[in-house]
């Protein structure tokens, strides 16, 4: 039992390294999207919105230490600066996103 539970230790530290770097290597690629690419060219805001997505998955992913939390917590904050860039994201839209984000946790963490 003791070895089992040794062993699962032992890979998540080694799963945590390479993807510190890719979440770093991410957000330095969205910094640069930000600040050196003009945001008129062709498919440049689909491509920060996916840029932005998987650094936050990567991010909360880390953080949380669950995948399913980081991709819950990516989502709505993705979809929130969505809705941002549409010009239609105030307050109530990311209480309302971040209660929805919430009950989808509870739900998968209860069954």
Do not use: H
């Not at 770093?24 to 840029?51: G, Q, R």
Request: charged share 15%; proline share 3%; net charge positive.
């Amino acid at each position: 039992m003791k070895k089992q539970i040794r062993k699962e230790q032992v890979l998540k530290r080694k799963n945590f390294l390479p993807t510190l770097i890719l979440t770093i290597l991410l957000w330095s690629l969205l910094c640069i999207l930000i600040y050196f690419v003009d945001p008129e060219m062709f498919a440049v805001i689909p491509l920060f919105f996916i840029t932005l997505f998987t650094a936050l998955l990567f991010t909360f992913s880390l953080i949380f230490a669950s995948s399913r939390r980081g991709l819950i917590s990516s989502i709505s904050l993705t979809f929130f600066s969505i809705l941002m860039f549409l010009g239609v994201g105030n307050y109530l839209n990311l209480a309302l996103i971040l209660a929805v984000g919430t009950c989808i946790e509870l739900y998968f963490s209860i069954k």
